[in-house]
DNA sequence: AATGAAAGTAGCGTGGT
DNA sequence: ACCACGCTACTTTCATT
């Protein structure tokens, strides 16, 4: 992980479908070392992979929430299972375990209002491990797509 | 937006470096109409780009956490200047704003628990909008990056 | 590890159905 | 709208430094 890598990564986070020419051309490099630079980046798993990031609003997800929920008993098993049972939700982005007041706290787009309401009655208060849960609408939310290295 | 256009988000939402003919391939379409119809989606910003995913930790970001923050007074201009400030910190990916208990919730990344906390007291305490913020530390967190068409 | 050339392959415009 | 063709440009491998 040199500066060069680093530089790739920057580039490659802002727009992941310029060709590998241009990125050598603007990185100076020839484009051959470019292209190993990046397999070898992908070999890591320091690259996980390439999104296309879609406007939610195209598929009908419209209204957005952060779901803070509290689970018991607490242990990794029950946890384990709540989250993949909410990953595995189609409405679900996000799953977060965290610390703190909350044991979780989920992503959710839907198409409206009425939808998340009748979305979170039918999926979460009938689980057992669900003691409790509050919803916090999303009114804008932005994303750094491109990470810089940090220094400790 | 028929069902060959989500079927090609859905494929650029998974691999987004797949070449266009492979995709076409696999959709059973020519090359030239699937090309023209990721042009069109894109300019019509259903696409609003291609992003690498990088490993947090490659970048020297091995602590992540949850920020929610309490914000007044609760103006627009208040929330804008704060959501703008917060989302120009380098450690910053995520900035939402929400109803609900927090005015905004804003996600970390940082290389460890002392960075964290420095980080937090240097950026955040001393400005006058913020009268209170709360910290949920990250431990896992799976991401669904392909999202489908919700039906209402 | 980086380069340059060479072979194979893909992108993308034009025209036709 | 979709497809076929063809020119140009790109990717990718390999020998060389």
Sequence with gaps: MDELDSAILRHLQRDARQTNR???????IAPSTCLERIRVLRAR???RGYHADVDP???NRHVQALIHFQIRPFSRAI????KAYAAGLPEVSTVYVV?????MIVHVSTPS????????????TE???VVG???SVIYQHTHNQVLEPLTP
């Excluded at 241009?22 to 990185?27: E, F, G, I, N, S």
């Excluded at 209002?113 to 979460?124: I, T």
């Design 22 to 28: 241009d990125l050598a051309r603007t990185l100076g």
């Design 45 to 47: 798993k320091v690259i």
């Design 57 to 59: 609003a195209a598929l």
């Design 79 to 82: 946890i384990e299972a709540f």
């Design 99 to 103: 610390t703190g007041g909350d044991d």
């Design 113 to 124: 209002v009425d939808y998340l309401h009748g979305f979170l009655m039918d999926k979460f």
């Design 127 to 129: 689980r057992r491990e």
């Design 133 to 135: 849960f509050r919803t």
